[in-house]
C-alpha cells in the first residue's frame, strides 16, 4: 500500500485532494445557549493534557476527543421523524444529548461541573450556529421537568415541551435565531435540549444539550453581578478611517504594536476573487485564534455584545468591530500593499492552516505545503518525520516513516515578515491497520480501520467504504440512513 503515494498540495484557495475523505455533514450546534460538545471545545486542551472542565475532562476520558472535533453533527437519521416513538426508539433514554452516537457518549455523561448559562425567565434569543443551512425544517425545545434527577442521563420522561416554531430562515451570517420563552414558574439548574429537524426523505435531525441556570426576571441585577463581562480595552477601529479597500491581488498587514510603537506580531492576507468579501472577517479570525490560543484572548477584533455577553465579530458592519486589548498600550495597524501588474507578485508571509477534523493521509504519502515566501518548518509532535525543501516556499513532508496511526503537528515560521502557522493532519498507517485487519478477514470489524475503496462483507453483502472510517454503525444501517454515508455497497 505504500508504493501507492500520492502528493497533496495546498494553495491559496486551494482543497484537498481525492485521498483525503470528504465530510459533507456538518450542520452546526447551539452557540447561546452553549451546547455541552461547544463549550469543551472552546475551552481548548483536547488533543494534549486535559480540558481545564472536568465535565470535559470527564467527557475526553470515556469517548475521546472526536465528539468535541464532530461538534457540529451531533444528528441522528430517523425516516418516520413525525413520529414520536420512532424518534425514541433510535435515541433511547440515556442517549439523547448525543442522539446515541456512541463516539459521543462522554457528552451525555452527568457531572455537576458541566458549564451552565444563566437565563431569565420570559424570552430569550435562542441561537443555532449553523455550518450549513438547511430548509424546510421545524424545530422544538425542551425543558427538563423541576423534579428531573440531573444527576443521571437524561431520559425522554425528564423533559417537557416548551416551544415548537417552523421552517425558520437563518440569517446571512448562517444563524438562526430565535425568541424562546422559558416559563415564568421555573428556576434552578435544568438542562435545554433542542431538536432541529429536516423536512426531507433522510430524516436527519440535530440534537444538542445546553446546561442552564433559569433566574426569576425580577432579579436581574444579582444575577448579573456573575454574568461575563467585558475585560479588554477598546483601543481603536479595526479598519481606519479612510482606508481604502483593497482589490483582488492586494495583501492586508495587520501589526500588533507593543507599548514602545515596535511591531509585537504581524498577520496578513492575500485578497484575491473569492475572498474580496470576506477579508476583513477572515484577517480578523486569524488574529483572534492565535491570541486566543497563545495569549488568553488578551487581544479580540470586534466588540462586546451586552446581550450574548461575549466579544464577536460584526460581519454586517465593519464600523462596529475594533482592536481591544488588556494592554491599553497596545495598539494594532492596518496596511494594504497594492498589487503591481507590471512586475512578479511580492511574496506575504500568508501561511495556511491545515483542519484537524478534514486532513487524513495514507502513511507514505507526501505533503506539500506551497507557502507564498521561504519558510522554515519544524516538527511539534508524533514520529519524526523527513522534511525535504525546508527554508523554501515549497516544503515536502514526507511520511514514510509513520508505522502507526498518529497525528503529526509543525510549526511553520517566516522570519522576513514575523509570521506562522500550525499545520496538523492525521497519519493512518498501513500497516496498523493490516495488522488490525488479519484476523477479522473480510468481515466488517468496528474496531478496524478501513481506507477509502476497502471491501467488506455484513448481512451477506459486500460493502466498500467512501473514505477512511473506523467503528460507527455497521455498513448496512450506515446506509439505510444515509445512501452518501462512508459504506455503500460494493455491487
Known amino acids: 500500500m505504500k508504493s501507492n503515494r500520492n502528493i497533496l498540495r495546498l494553495t491559496i484557495g486551494a482543497s484537498l485532494l481525492s485521498s483525503l475523505p470528504i465530510h459533507v455533514s456538518a450542520h452546526g450546534w447551539s452557540e447561546f445557549p452553549k451546547a455541552r460538545q461547544t463549550i469543551c471545545h472552546d475551552q481548548g486542551g483536547l488533543?494534549?493534557?486535559?480540558?481545564?472542565?472536568?465535565?470535559?475532562?470527564?467527557?475526553?476520558?470515556?469517548?475521546?476527543?472526536?465528539?468535541?472535533?464532530?461538534?457540529?453533527?451531533?444528528?441522528?437519521?430517523?425516516?418516520?421523524?413525525?413520529?414520536?416513538?420512532?424518534?425514541?426508539?433510535?435515541?433511547?433514554?440515556?442517549?439523547?444529548?448525543?442522539?446515541?452516537?456512541?463516539?459521543?457518549?462522554?457528552?451525555?455523561?452527568?457531572?455537576?461541573?458541566?458549564?451552565?448559562?444563566e437565563i431569565n425567565t420570559g424570552t430569550f434569543e435562542y441561537v443555532f450556529h449553523a455550518t450549513v443551512a438547511h430548509n424546510p425544517s421545524f424545530w422544538e425545545f425542551y425543558l427538563t421537568k423541576p423534579n428531573a434527577d440531573l444527576s443521571k442521563r437524561l431520559a425522554w420522561d425528564d423533559l417537557e415541551l416548551i416551544q415548537?416554531?417552523?421552517?425558520?430562515?437563518?440569517?446571512?451570517?448562517?444563524?438562526?435565531?430565535?425568541?424562546?420563552?422559558?416559563?415564568?414558574?421555573?428556576?434552578?439548574?435544568?438542562?435545554?435540549?433542542?431538536?432541529?429537524?429536516?423536512?426531507?426523505?433522510?430524516?436527519?435531525?440535530?440534537?444538542?444539550?445546553?446546561?442552564?441556570?433559569?433566574?426569576?426576571?425580577?432579579?436581574?441585577?444579582?444575577?448579573?453581578?456573575?454574568?461575563?463581562?467585558?475585560?479588554?480595552?477598546?483601543?481603536?477601529?479595526?479598519?481606519?478611517?479612510?482606508?481604502?479597500?483593497?482589490?483582488?491581488?492586494?495583501?492586508?498587514?495587520?501589526?500588533?504594536?507593543?507599548?514602545?510603537?515596535?511591531?509585537?506580531?504581524?498577520?496578513?492576507?492575500?485578497?484575491?476573487?473569492?475572498?474580496?468579501?470576506?477579508?476583513?472577517?477572515?484577517?480578523?479570525?486569524?488574529?483572534?485564534?492565535w491570541h486566543d490560543t497563545n495569549q488568553k484572548g488578551s487581544i479580540f477584533i470586534g466588540d462586546w455584545h451586552d446581550e450574548m455577553q461575549h466579544y464577536m465579530f460584526f460581519q454586517n458592519d465593519s464600523s462596529l468591530n475594533f482592536f481591544n486589548a488588556k494592554d491599553n498600550q497596545t495598539s494594532g495597524r492596518m496596511t494594504v500593499s497594492r498589487s503591481n501588474n507590471d512586475s512578479s507578485p511580492s511574496l506575504t508571509g500568508q501561511l495556511y492552516e491545515l483542519s484537524k477534523s478534514d486532513n487524513v493521509v495514507n502513511a507514505g504519502d507526501k505533503m506539500v505545503i506551497v507557502m507564498n515566501e521561504a519558510t522554515t518548518l519544524s516538527q511539534n509532535q508524533g514520529t519524526p518525520v523527513r522534511i525535504e525543501n525546508n527554508g523554501s516556499s515549497s516544503i515536502i513532508i514526507n511520511t514514510d516513516s509513520i508505522t502507526q496511526n498518529e497525528t503529526l503537528i509543525f510549526s511553520a515560521t517566516s522570519p522576513q515578515s514575523n509570521s506562522d502557522k500550525i499545520f496538523t493532519f492525521e497519519v493512518i498507517s498501513s500497516e496498523a491497520t493490516l495488522q488490525q485487519t488479519v484476523t477479522s478477514s473480510d468481515a466488517w470489524n468496528s474496531s478496524t480501520t478501513y481506507l477509502g475503496g476497502e471491501v467488506v462483507t455484513y448481512a451477506n453483502q459486500s460493502w466498500q467504504a467512501q473514505w477512511w472510517v473506523q467503528g460507527g454503525e455497521d455498513p448496512k444501517s450506515t446506509y439505510d440512513g444515509n445512501i452518501w454515508g462512508a459504506w455503500r455497497p460494493a455491487d
Open 164 to 289: 415548537t416554531e417552523g421552517n425558520i430562515t437563518a440569517d446571512s451570517d448562517k444563524k438562526y435565531r430565535i425568541n424562546v420563552t422559558i416559563p415564568s414558574d421555573r428556576s434552578g439548574n435544568a438542562i435545554l435540549f433542542v431538536r432541529w429537524q429536516r423536512i426531507d426523505d433522510g430524516g436527519e435531525g440535530f440534537y444538542n444539550c445546553s446546561d442552564i441556570t433559569i433566574t426569576n426576571g425580577g432579579a436581574t441585577t444579582s444575577s448579573n453581578e456573575h454574568a461575563p463581562k467585558p475585560d479588554l480595552n477598546r483601543i481603536a477601529s479595526f479598519i481606519p478611517d479612510g482606508f481604502k479597500a483593497p482589490e483582488a491581488g492586494d495583501t492586508v498587514k495587520y501589526d500588533i504594536l507593543d507599548k514602545d510603537g515596535q511591531v509585537a506580531r504581524s498577520f496578513d492576507i492575500s485578497v484575491n476573487s473569492t475572498n474580496i468579501n470576506a477579508w476583513d472577517r477572515l484577517l480578523a479570525a486569524e488574529i483572534n485564534g
Open 47 to 117: 488533543w494534549s493534557g486535559s480540558p481545564p472542565n472536568a465535565a470535559c475532562a470527564n467527557a475526553k476520558e470515556l469517548s475521546g476527543q472526536y465528539q468535541f472535533v464532530q461538534r457540529h453533527e451531533y444528528s441522528k437519521n430517523v425516516i418516520d421523524y413525525r413520529n414520536a416513538n420512532e424518534v425514541r426508539r433510535l435515541i433511547p433514554n440515556g442517549t439523547l444529548c448525543y442522539a446515541n452516537d456512541k463516539h459521543k457518549s462522554g457528552i451525555g455523561a452527568p457531572h455537576p461541573a458541566w458549564a451552565r448559562t
